[in-house]
Nanobody, 127 residues
Framework: QVQLVESGGGLVQPGGSLRLSCATS????????IAWFRQAPGKEREGVAC???????????DSSDSVRGRFTISRDNTKNTVYLQMNSLKPEDTAVYYC?????????????????WGQGTQVTVSS
C-alpha cells in the first residue's frame, strides 16, 4: 500500500524555521520525483519545490519567486524520506503542505502528473 505521510508542521513566528518530512512507503522511492505543494485557505493548491530521482531540485513556478532562497528540498532514499527545509518563514507561507510522488524523470508543476499524495501538514506562521 502506497503511503506518503507528512510531518513537521506547526505554529511558528515570522522569521522562524520548520523542516517538513515526507515519509514514504509501499513503492520504491528511488524511481520517483517528489514534489511539495501547498494550499492556503481559499486558494488553489500551488507547487513549491520538487526533486527528481537523480537528486536534481527545482522550485516550481507557482511559488518560486516567494520561496527561492528560503526553502530547500532534499531526499534521503535510505530513509525513504523527502524533506522541505523552510527558513525565514513569512505569514504568507501559511498553508497546508502536501508531498506528492510522480514517476517522472523531470519535475513538472502539473498536479495531475503526481500519482500519490499525502494528507498534508498544517504550517501556520503568525506572531
Amino acid at each position: 500500500q502506497v503511503q506518503l505521510v507528512e510531518s513537521g508542521g506547526g505554529l511558528v513566528q515570522p522569521g522562524g524555521s520548520l523542516r517538513l518530512s515526507c515519509a514514504t512507503s509501499g513503492f520504491t522511492l528511488d524511481y520517483y520525483a517528489i514534489a511539495w505543494f501547498r494550499q492556503a485557505p481559499g486558494k488553489e493548491r500551488e507547487g513549491v519545490a520538487c526533486i527528481t530521482r537523480s537528486d536534481v531540485s527545482t522550485y516550481l513556478p507557482d511559488s518560486s519567486d516567494s520561496v527561492r532562497g528560503r526553502f530547500t528540498i532534499s531526499r534521503d532514499n535510505t530513509k525513504n524520506t523527502v524533506y522541505l527545509q523552510m527558513n525565514s518563514l513569512k505569514p504568507e507561507d501559511t498553508a497546508v503542505y502536501y508531498c506528492a510522488a510522480g514517476l517522472l524523470s523531470v519535475c513538472v508543476s502539473s498536479r495531475t502528473a503526481y500519482a500519490y499524495w499525502g494528507q498534508g501538514t498544517q504550517v501556520t506562521v503568525s506572531s
